[in-house]
């Protein structure tokens, strides 16, 4: 069996958690726009003061952070920091063949683990419990990766 095709069922849980991780990444990106467009506030660069067809009336103060812009900015550069890697070292433990029942606990896992995150830091959760799921998502990450050098070096 080809270990990268719909064939394997460890491929399609990894297909099916990396196209929610992705999903959970773009879509957090879209979550931020909605937000500077609600707020009108929390825009980025100063080049986005040029009026257009949404910022009709640009005005300086549309540059100053915005907390609640800025908390869905926050969420989206923790997934550019997480999610990347999961997609990376996802693919590599397919490739090293694991059980299917390691594989579904610890690609969902991860994907839950980011929505957990998710959930804390929007309704405003301390540190301690945005780390939680952090902590969790990380170190299936770091898991999968040390899986992977373990399988090929032995």
């Known amino acids: 069996m080809d270990l990268l095709s719909l064939d394997n069922a460890v491929f399609e849980v990894y297909v099916i ?3 929610l991780a992705v999903l959970k990444l773009m879509l957090q990106g879209w979550m931020t726009v909605y937000r500077m467009l609600k707020a009108n506030s929390g825009w980025a660069s100063p080049e986005d003061l040029r009026p257009g067809l949404i910022n009709r009336a640009p005005n300086e103060a549309q540059l100053e952070v915005n907390e609640f812009v800025d908390r869905s900015r926050r969420m989206h550069r923790n997934d550019l920091e997480n999610i990347p890697g999961f997609l990376i070292a996802g693919l ?5 063949n694991p059980i299917l ?3 579904q606990v610890l690609m969902y896992g991860f994907v839950l683990a980011r929505l957990a995150h998710f959930a804390a830091y929007v309704s405003k959760q301390s540190h ?5 799921f952090y902590t969790i998502g990380s170190m299936i990450v770091i898991y999968m990766a040390a899986h992977v050098l373990w399988s090929v070096l032995t």
Not at 92 to 96: A, D, K, N, R
């Open 101 to 103: 029942l390691h594989a």
């Open 128 to 132: 301690e419990v945005r780390a939680i």
């Open 17 to 19: 958690a990396a196209a």
């Open 92 to 96: 590599l433990f397919v490739v090293v």
